[in-house]
């Protein structure tokens, strides 16, 4: 798992049956820093997170799935929670 | 998923048998705000989607599920094609929200590009 931020949202009329009704969001995967990391990425939201908060993605086909609750959905990245606080210890 | 943009087609004759009939799309992946990202690739398409497209792909084998019970041999599929995205700008400090009245400064929105 990742920690992320979102950053965006995306519509999108035609799309794969799987993801109807589904939200999808734009996430900047960050560092434990809060510094953005690789590109912004499309992510579907199963824990009704919004712009700007920091979040826990899961980047793995199984796991997307599983979070979005649909069986043959063709997703590899799922928000799994909301990030209420990070406490690192070095 | 990522943002990608349509940029061509792949015309391949001779391939495996489970790919017969199904698009084959250049994509050249993009960053939040539009711009080319990373290395060209090329995916199965399941929505449709036609050259100067804004669209999200899947990496991974699931980008072989839409084309149900047949196994496609793919790593990268178009799941859907993009109307708009919009990315909100990044809010100035910690701390409350200042309650002014005023408007929150509006969402830059990305069109696809004609």
Request: charged share 25%; hydrophobic share 30%.
């Given at each position: 798992m990742q920690l992320a931020r979102v950053v965006g949202t995306v519509v999108s009329?035609?799309?794969?049956?799987?993801?109807?009704g589904a939200k999808l969001l734009l996430v900047q995967p960050v560092t434990l820093d809060d510094a953005p990391r690789g590109t912004a990425l499309l992510a579907v939201d199963s824990v009704g997170a919004g712009v700007h908060e920091k979040v826990l993605i899961v980047m793995e086909g199984r796991a997307a799935g599983e979070a979005l609750g649909?069986?043959?959905?063709?997703?590899?990245?799922?928000?799994i929670g909301i990030v209420d606080r990070l406490d690192v210890v070095e | 998923m990522q943002l990608a943009r349509v940029i061509g087609d792949v015309v391949a004759?001779?391939?495996?048998?489970?790919?017969?009939?199904i698009k084959l799309m250049v994509l050249q992946p993009l960053t939040s705000d539009g711009s080319a990202t990373g290395r060209t690739l090329v995916a199965v398409d399941a929505v449709g989607a036609g050259v100067g497209e804004t669209v999200f792909f899947v990496r991974g084998k699931e980008a072989s599920f839409p084309f149900h019970p047949t196994e496609v041999p793919a790593d990268a599929g178009i799941v859907g094609i993009v109307d708009h995205w919009d990315v909100e700008p990044e809010r100035?400090?910690?701390g409350p929200e200042p309650r002014t009245g005023n408007r929150e400064p509006k969402a830059m929105r990305q069109e696809p590009k004609a």
């Open positions: 009329t035609q799309k794969h049956p799987t993801f109807e649909r069986k043959g959905a063709p997703v590899d990245a799922a928000i | 004759t001779v391939k495996d048998q489970h790919l017969s009939g100035p400090a910690k």
